[in-house]
């Protein structure tokens, strides 16, 4: 299993440019999540899905939007980048079965994006 | 009531020493308290994690020990390790919710000596 991958790794965007951060996992998980790492401040949820059709908001939504068209796929899509959008973002997945004890989360390598 | 807040924000140890980072919580109804390991230019990776039935848990070198009752929890490494060096970072969820959602602290930055 490749696990999560996440394409691309390094981007560099002008203000105003829109983009596709993708993600793929192949280990059959219902749910997928988009995270953005800034400098000190931890993760924060983005989106997040509980399977193909289904996405919902996290704590920090605006400026972007997600498709869960698959269960294997979940892009992250960047609309009119600004200067705070410049973070790492990285892609996770899960899967919860009925009686799950815990929830793994397993995260891709992340994407590292500059909007200038 | 959502926050996890975590300290130190960096922490530089010996060989051999045993870094110990700390995290607190506010919302009660959490009930899973994972610790994740990240290594530069990677993704988190699980590396441990506690419900609050018990007050400690040990995989290998690693401990996490919880108190319920002040709301905190810490990551204890033994005998560390170069090879340790990374940012740790503690989290919180309530499972069973619609959303799976975990809150993350800050991060630590860990630096093991040589």
């Known amino acids: 299993n490749a696990g999560v991958t996440q394409t691309p790794k390094f981007r560099i965007l002008k203000i105003g440019q829109s983009m596709t951060l993708q993600c793929t996992q192949d280990?059959?998980?219902?749910?997928m999540y988009w995270y953005r790492q800034d400098p000190g401040m931890g993760l924060k949820l983005i989106y997040y899905?509980?399977?193909?059709?289904?996405?919902d908001k996290g704590e920090v939504p605006n400026g972007y939007n997600v498709s869960r068209s698959t269960t294997e796929d979940f892009p992250l899509r960047l609309e009119l980048a600004a200067p705070s959008q410049t973070s790492v973002y990285f892609c996770?997945?899960?899967?919860?079965?009925?009686?799950?004890?815990?929830?793994?989360?397993?995260f891709g390598p992340g994407t590292r994006l500059t909007v200038l | 009531q959502q926050q996890v807040k975590q300290s130190p924000q960096s922490l530089i140890v010996q060989k051999g020493g045993i870094p110990i980072i700390n995290c607190a919580y506010e919302n009660t109804a959490f009930d899973y308290f994972p610790w994740y390991q990240q290594f530069p230019g990677k993704g988190p990776a699980l590396l441990i994690a506690i419900r609050p039935d018990v007050s400690e848990k040990k995989e290998g070198r690693f401990t996490i020990s919880f108190n319920k009752s002040a709301k905190q929890f810490s990551l204890h490494i033994m005998d560390s390790q170069p090879g340790d060096s990374a940012t740790y970072f503690c989290?919180?969820?309530?499972?069973?919710?619609?959303?799976?959602?975990?809150?993350f602290g800050s991060g630590t930055r860990l630096s093991i000596q040589p």
């Open positions: 989290a919180a969820s309530k499972r069973g919710s619609n959303a799976s959602k975990i809150i």
């Open positions: 996770a997945s899960s899967y919860r079965g009925l009686g799950a004890v815990t929830d793994t989360q397993y």
């Open positions: 899905s509980v399977g193909a059709g289904i996405t």
């Open positions: 280990m059959n998980h219902n749910y």
